[in-house]
């Protein structure tokens, strides 16, 4: 189950931040995109993940294919980390979270309020939510934040087993997560060039 983007265009507060980008995503690849602060990584994966319209083009994945993980952690403070998990499996029309709480080292936490936990704690509950989704295309901005370097391990075992099992991911991370066949996209020759005025009254219409 691949995800195509085609000639796809995407914009910030209104004003593009890139242009024309294509790539192919296969099952069992994952694809990293690179690019300095500000170039329009977060647009370009919300809009890839169905957050937010296009300027142009377009992006094509199979219904229900891809599960996005941003910034937020997505967790209810005052739920246990099972009750998390358990309440997202259900979204998700899973039932079992033993292999996530497993994967992320959560489940001597699992009867711990996610209020209570630490600020990597609460990151590994956050992207344990993958694992219950049972969606094949991971969509992921800067996942690693605020783990140690043991769960960044943790991390890309479980991405690793997930693109083993036939998923994919596609990812925006400073972490170089040892991910065997990731490819890159660098996202500087898609930057958009900045709109050209052909005479001054045009800055005003």
């Known amino acids: 189950m691949s995800l195509e983007v085609n ?17 192919t995503l296969a099952p069992g690849r994952a694809l990293v995109l ?3 602060n500000g170039i329009g990584k977060t647009t370009l994966l919300r809009t890839v993940a169905g957050l937010q319209p296009p300027v142009s083009g377009a992006v094509e994945a199979e219904a ?11 967790i209810k403070a005052t739920l246990t980390v099972a009750e998390n998990l358990n309440f997202w499996a259900q979204v998700f029309g899973r039932k ?19 209020g209570m936990l630490s ?19 991971w969509v992921l901005d800067e996942p690693t934040v605020s783990l140690d ?3 960044v391990a ?4 479980v991405v690793g087993a997930h693109l083993a099992a036939g998923g994919s991911a596609l990812l925006a991370t400073h972490i170089e997560l040892g991910l065997e066949g990731a490819e890159t996209l660098e996202l500087a020759p898609y ?12 800055a005003f219409l």
Do not use: N, W
């Open 34 to 36: 690179r690019g300095p």
């Open 191 to 202: 930057r958009a060039r900045a709109a050209e005025v052909d005479d001054f009254d045009e």
């Open 96 to 114: 079992d979270i033993s292999p996530a709480l497993k994967a992320f080292d959560l489940a001597p936490l699992a009867d711990r309020a996610a």
């Open 64 to 74: 229900e294919s891809l599960v996005y993980a941003g910034h937020s952690d997505g």
């Open 119 to 137: 600020a990597g704690q609460k990151r590994r509950l956050g992207l344990a939510r993958l694992l219950v989704t049972g969606r094949p295309v």
């Open 149 to 151: 370097r043991e769960a």
């Open 154 to 157: 943790m991390f890309a075992q």
């Open 7 to 23: 000639d796809l265009s995407i914009a910030r507060g209104g004003v593009r931040v890139l242009e024309g980008v294509s790539f």
